[in-house]
């Protein structure tokens, strides 16, 4: 109460936190009657009538969504409410409340939910809404929680209400949304279903049957809405997406580490996440090809020569067939098998349909020369003339069945073969760098390259195609090679895809420099590019550092830009770089949130010894649930991590050590969210002087 007995502003607040507390504590209820219902259906689902089929399922989807609100993680229920005003422009919303969380909430099926999920169609408000098109809501409250809270209601300690339609809606940034973005970085990535921006929404509610590339700057959230798409898809278009399937694809395992809780953190446990070569691999790779071999392998350039080496096993007959039908003998006569040979090779078909089509057009002329004779044959004759020693000995003689393994050991074992494969393709020079030197006594005992399984993923795709999905998340896409794109296109040929990259971090050897021709490596070559260079996470100082070398960089992207003007930047250098490194990771320690000392992988052992040697607990990237707060990485693992406090060792090392170095010092210079200290002894690179 203030002085004059009137409710002061502080009494207002402390009671609407109150109201808000045992709101909570009312979802949390509801919710843990949500898990007990999901039980008890799938038991009652198990006696369900109906066919075999039908009760497989439904007790299969009982089963999931039991499973999802069973793993649901411990987190506040809701982050925001809309409040609708009275008129045309709230249409069917006119005067309604609603919470929105990451999950729907009910008290039972027929009640009007307690919460709202956030991908819903009346949340896109809480996202889109502002003072010039409030889109009816006449007040939009937002929910600051402690940190890291687990969803008790005493963590709820904050509302902020932003009136939309009284003409005083704030100017200045949300605090909670700031406080949030700016929270220090511990443990994995989190979701953002709190603090997604109007643009970022938008990619985030694209239709599922358009293919988007997100050229993301450092910081402007490029991965999170590539995960709050493929969780908005799931929930918008369940059947289609669970048809196919869903693939999010990720550059490396730390990574994938890194933002594995986000997704079931918005409710969506059962999606794929692995990288490339998880998913491609037919064999464990066991072979290390020399950096100029790797990127021949890479070349799109293969994909013809293995194409011209699978369809070159086709060979004319030799000799007419003449199958056994009881006392008969039917005959095809040899210009009759070679006209279908040329058909069916002039169309291209997948390999194996191929081999199949060959086998069907015989038994056509078969089935039609016992028409003749006899009538219409019954399906047990087709099926016997199909499997008939002589028809399985012609196709495999004129379209023999070839495996992946096959193929390519013969390419890289038979200088003759892989010469008539590459003939005006490949010089002199890059067939004998494709060539073993040492070839295996056959394919059973071949030991392959990561390159080698892209290669033979290739070849698998000519032979059948794969089921693929129905879409997959790409990120990092500018590090794909032309043969990778390949590999993610047969798998995509009737789904859509989310592609997330910048073409400034592009390290490998065969990094994109355009996305139009990337894209029609991708088969979407009709996907729109939309830039986001608007960063919420890396301060505006370290911005500003790392755009420094966008003009040395055989690239076209704008510029990012920050909307953080907090953080610290700080370059040294130093005649002492180790015991400068500890020193630094010691004052940073005095500060929350993670730290990450990244330097060139010949530097890290060094580095990470030094700390312990101080008494600092230190982890490696690849370590999954250390608790350590300081991570020493190469620079090479850095992609795609974020860290409250980087110390940078040695820049001019980390550019020195791969043709690309400079995009590299690019990817490791914008991955602090708070603090950067470069440290370096020799002199900084051009750019950064």
């Known amino acids: 109460m203030d002085a004059a007995g009137s409710p002061g502003p502080g009494d207002a607040l402390t009671g609407q936190l109150t109201e808000e507390r045992a709101y909570h504590d009312a979802c949390r209820a509801a919710m843990a009657r949500m898990v007990r219902g999901a039980d008890d259906q799938v038991i009652t689902g198990e006696d369900v009538s109906g066919s075999g089929a039908d009760a497989e399922v439904l007790g299969r989807h009982l089963r999931s969504f039991a499973k999802k609100l069973a793993e649901e993680p411990d987190t506040p229920l809701f982050f925001g409410r809309l409040d609708f005003g009275h008129g045309p422009a709230a249409g069917d919303h006119s005067g309604q409340r609603y919470h929105i969380g990451r999950r729907r909430i009910v008290e039972h099926p ?8 956030w991908r819903a169609p009346v949340s896109r408000a809480f996202y889109q809404a502002g003072p010039r098109d409030p889109q009816g809501v006449a007040v939009r409250r937002r929910f600051g929680w402690a940190p890291f809270s687990r969803g008790d209601a005493e963590d709820l300690t904050g509302i902020e209400d932003e009136h939309l339609t009284s003409g005083r809606a704030r100017q200045d940034p949300s605090r909670i949304v700031t406080g949030e973005i700016e929270r220090p970085r511990v443990g994995p990535m989190r979701d953002v279903a709190a603090t997604i921006q109007p643009e970022q929404d938008d990619l985030v509610r694209g239709e599922l049957t358009a293919s988007v590339c997100v050229q993301g700057a450092p910081g402007t959230g490029k991965t999170a809405v590539g995960l709050h798409r493929a969780a908005y898809l799931l929930y918008t278009h369940p059947q289609r997406i669970q048809r196919g399937g869903l693939l999010v694809l990720g550059p490396n395992r730390a990574f994938l580490r890194y933002i594995a809780e986000v997704l079931p953190a918005l409710g969506e446990i059962d999606i794929r996440q692995c990288t490339l070569e998880d998913e491609i691999a037919r064999h464990p790779v066991g072979a290390i090809d020399d950096e100029a071999t790797a990127a021949l392998k890479h070349d799109p350039r293969m994909a013809t020569v293995l194409a011209r080496a699978l369809y070159d096993q086709v060979r004319p007959p030799t000799e007419s067939l003449a199958v056994p039908d009881g006392s008969y003998r039917r005959r095809i006569p040899r210009d009759e098998l070679e006209r279908i040979v040329e058909e069916v090779h002039a169309d291209r078909p997948p390999y194996a349909v191929g081999r199949e089509r060959v086998r069907s057009r015989a038994v056509g002329l078969l089935q039609r020369q016992a028409e003749r004779r006899a009538g219409p044959p019954s399906t047990a004759w087709l099926r016997r003339m199909e499997r008939s020693a002589a028809m399985t000995a012609l196709v495999d ?19 003759d073969a892989l010469a008539r494969a590459a003939d005006g393709l490949l010089t002199e020079r890059e067939r004998f760098a494709l060539l073993w030197r040492r070839p295996p006594r056959s394919h059973k005992s071949a030991r392959w390259s990561a390159a080698d399984l892209v290669l033979l993923d290739e070849v698998a795709g000519l032979i059948e195609r794969p089921t693929g999905y129905g879409h997959i998340v790409v990120d ?10 390949r590999a993610i296109a047969r798998r995509a040929g009737f789904g859509s895809l989310t592609v997330l990259g910048d073409l400034a971090q592009g390290t490998s050897p065969w990094a994109a420099r355009s996305w139009a021709e990337h894209l029609g490596h991708l088969g979407k070559p009709e996907a729109a590019v939309v830039p986001l260079t608007t960063g919420f996470r890396v301060p505006a ?38 015991e400068e490194a500890v020193a630094t990771v010691r004052g940073a320690l005095e500060r929350d949130g993670s730290i ?14 030094a700390l312990e040697k101080a008494g600092i ?5 690849e370590e999954p649930d250390s608790a350590a707060r300081v991570t020493v990485l190469p620079a090479t693992l850095a992609k795609g991590l974020e860290y ?46």
């Open 397 to 415: 003689a004129v379209w023999p069945a070839v495996r992946p393994e096959e193929l390519v050991a013969e390419l890289f074992s038979d200088a």
């Open 644 to 689: 409250d406090h980087v110390v940078v060792a040695e820049p001019a090392a980390i550019v020195d050590a791969e043709p690309r170095g400079l995009h590299r010092l690019y990817v490791v210079l914008t991955r602090a969210v708070s603090r950067l200290d470069i440290l370096h002894h020799r002199p900084l690179p051009d750019a950064l002087r």
């Open 541 to 578: 100082a370290i911005v500003e550092l790392a755009n420094r070398l966008l003009a040395r960089l055989p690239v076209d992207v704008p510029a990012a830009r920050s909307l953080r003007r907090d953080g610290s930047l700080r370059i040294r250098r130093t005649a002492a770089l180790t």
């Open 476 to 485: 990092e896409a500018q590090d794909l090679s032309p043969m990778q794109c």
């Open 110 to 117: 027929s009640a009007p939910p307690m919460v709202i999920d």
């Open 617 to 621: 607990a230190t982890a490696a990237a």
């Open 596 to 609: 990450a000392v990244i330097a060139a992988a010949s530097d890290t052992a060094r580095l990470s010894q």
